[in-house]
């Protein structure tokens, strides 16, 4: 590592790495290896995570990633967060990085062949984000007052969803996070576009019922 790999956090995290064991490194890596293994479950074939897009398999990408950035300090490890966690939520920043690149080059790519222009060609060096939310239906627009309520409710959504045991909430909210249509996030949870709905209108009924408990409205 050269001094011009080194990130702003590379002491404060190294003070941190000097009180981890062995043993605590490897359960956090195999932590980090199964929370991508579950990310990444059918989702490498097409799209972001394909080795066209990243250069390198998904997997090896996400998990390299996440690993360095604790080493050079490019990512601060904060205190209220133990190594399996900052690793995992660096993996789960790093996605959400990817996949909105992707979706704008695509949109960009499709605009330009409209316009009978050359393709650009897919970037994923752009800011880190630790949230973001897509819309199902393409069609419809957000405002920018309700996208920013949704940010602000995301980490009440994982919350409510990391709580939940229906499996078909969590492969939803994790296929929404990833940015897949509707007819994609069908055919990856193997249900009908209709079955489909009905987990959505479920979704959000059981998403509302627990936020106006909880004062959120």
């Not at 920043?93 to 996949?99: K, W």
């Not at 994609?184 to 959000?204: N, S």
Request: glycine share 2%.
């Amino acid at each position: 590592m050269t001094i011009e790999d080194v990130g702003p956090f590379f002491e404060s995290n190294s003070l941190k790495l000097e009180e981890i064991s062995k043993v605590e490194w490897e359960i956090a890596l195999r932590k980090a290896e199964k929370h991508l293994d579950y990310r990444l479950w059918n989702k490498t074939v097409f799209g972001a995570h394909t080795v066209e897009n990243l250069e390198v398999p998904a997997k090896e990408y996400y998990f390299n990633y996440a690993y360095m950035s604790i080493l050079n300090g490019s990512w601060e490890w904060k205190n209220e967060f133990d190594l399996p966690q900052q690793l995992i939520r660096i993996i789960d920043s790093r996605i959400s990085t990817v996949v909105k690149a992707y979706r704008n080059a695509k949109l960009k790519n499709e605009e330009r062949v409209e316009e009978c222009k050359y393709e650009f060609t897919n970037s994923i060096e752009i800011q880190d984000i630790e949230s973001t939310f897509y819309d199902l239906e393409s069609e419809k627009e957000i405002s920018e007052e309700e996208l920013l309520k949704v940010e602000e409710e995301y980490n009440r959504i994982d919350q409510f969803v990391s709580e939940s045991e229906d499996e078909d909430f969590i492969m939803f909210w994790d296929c929404v996070k990833e940015g897949y249509t509707r007819s994609d996030i069908a055919e990856l949870i193997a249900k009908t576009p209709k079955q489909l709905d009905k987990i959505k209108e479920k979704f959000l009924r059981h998403l509302r019922k627990e936020l106006k408990e909880n004062g959120n409205q």
